[in-house]
């Protein structure tokens, strides 16, 4: 039996937004944080984690990929801040993100959340919120000079995320870190 995949759906970010990942990063650098920061390559906006996938799901994904895709336009999300998970004052996650969920990312989230579900995905119980991960705090030792200066940090020219489609991705975990590659991706129409 072949082994599953570990999958996603994602939005992919153009070379603006990985070039505004690159700054952000260098600015913080550094700082001796133990924090793992995300490749700009590998960036992206998670839509849904899937987890370890067979081959015959990978086929009602598409499908319904397809689907979703066909019921949505492309549209445009304009950053605007810097934050943390659970919060900037103890941060795991460092993201890039919007204020605000707009109306059709969160239509969009929702639409994949519940046609995953009826799949038989686990249904997340965290509303969506758009973040870019940019960096992970593995070790929160000298933390508070990061902190000090991540909650003063202000991101000066924010670029727009042209979202105009839905891509499956596989994870595949190495020593160096996750590598990505589309499997599918669908134009929203």
């Known amino acids: ?10 939005i992919e970010l153009n070379k603006e937004i990985k070039n505004l ?11 001796d944080s133990g924090i793992k920061w995300v490749r700009p390559e590998n960036a992206h ?4 984690f899937l987890g370890d996938t067979t ?3 990978i086929k009602d994904i598409t499908t319904a990929l397809n689907e979703i895709a066909n019921s949505f336009k492309p549209f445009s999300v304009t950053l605007s801040d810097l934050g943390a998970f659970p919060s ?7 993201w890039i993100g919007a204020k605000e969920n707009p109306v059709e990312m969160q239509n969009l989230s929702s639409n994949v959340e519940n046609r995953m579900e009826q799949l038989g995905f686990e249904k997340e119980n965290r509303p969506f919120k758009l973040h870019i ?16 200066r991540l909650e003063t940090y202000k991101i000066t020219s924010m670029p727009t995320i042209h979202c105009d489609s839905l891509s499956l991705f596989n994870s595949t975990l190495t020593p160096a870190g996750p590598e990505y590659e ?6 929203l129409t």
């Open 182 to 187: 589309i499997i599918e991706k669908r134009l």
């Open 45 to 48: 906006i998670t839509l849904k």
């Open 88 to 94: 900037l004052k103890h941060p795991s996650i460092i």
């Open 55 to 57: 081959e015959e799901e």
């Open 1 to 10: 039996m072949p082994k599953p995949l570990r999958l996603f759906i994602a």
């Open 133 to 148: 991960t940019i960096g992970r705090v593995k070790n929160h030792r000298d933390i508070s000079s990061f902190v000090s």
């Open 21 to 31: 990942i690159k700054e952000v990063q260098n600015h913080f650098i550094n700082i």
